[in-house]
Nanobody, 117 residues
Framework: GQVVESGGGLVQPGGNLTLSCTAS??????????ISWYRQRPGKEREDLPV??????????TYDDSVKDRFTASRDNAKTMAYLHMTDLQPEDSGIYFC???????WGQGTQVIVSA
C-alpha cells in the first residue's frame, strides 16, 4: 500500500495548517479504514498514540488532549483523502506528521510541520 501526506510547512505560532493524506493499495478500500494521524517530534521517535483519529464508521473522531479543540480530522472517501486541520499552532506541535490507515501496515514518509517565529 501507499500513503502520501502533504501540506506541512513553516508557520508562526498561532497560525493554521491543513495536512492532507491519500492512501491506496491492492484490495484496499479507503472508506473501510479509520485514519489516524501520528506525530514525530524533532529528535524523538514517532509517538505511539495518534494525535487524531477519524473512524470508518460515522466518522467518529478522537483526539489527544494536547490537540483537542485545536485540530480537526476529516475525510472525503469519494476522493480517498483525509485531512488534519490544525489551528492555533504552537512550537510544541512541530514535527513530522504521519497518516496511517488502521488496521494496516501502510505508512507514508510524513509531512513536516515547523511552528516557529
Amino acid at each position: 500500500g501507499q500513503v502520501v501526506e502533504s501540506g506541512g510547512g513553516l508557520v508562526q505560532p498561532g497560525g493554521n495548517l491543513t495536512l492532507s493524506c491519500t492512501a491506496s493499495g491492492s484490495g484496499f478500500t479507503f472508506s473501510d479504514f479509520a485514519i489516524s494521524w501520528y506525530r514525530q517530534r524533532p529528535g524523538k521517535e514517532r509517538e505511539d498514540l495518534p494525535v487524531a483519529t477519524i473512524g470508518a464508521i460515522r466518522n467518529l473522531q478522537t483526539y489527544d488532549d494536547s490537540v483537542k479543540d485545536r485540530f480537526t480530522a476529516s475525510r472525503d472517501n469519494a476522493k480517498t483523502m483525509a485531512y488534519l486541520h490544525m489551528t492555533d499552532l504552537q512550537p510544541e506541535d512541530s514535527g513530522i506528521y504521519f497518516c496511517h490507515p488502521r488496521p494496516t501496515n501502510y505508512w507514508g514518509q510524513g509531512t513536516q510541520v515547523i511552528v516557529s517565529a
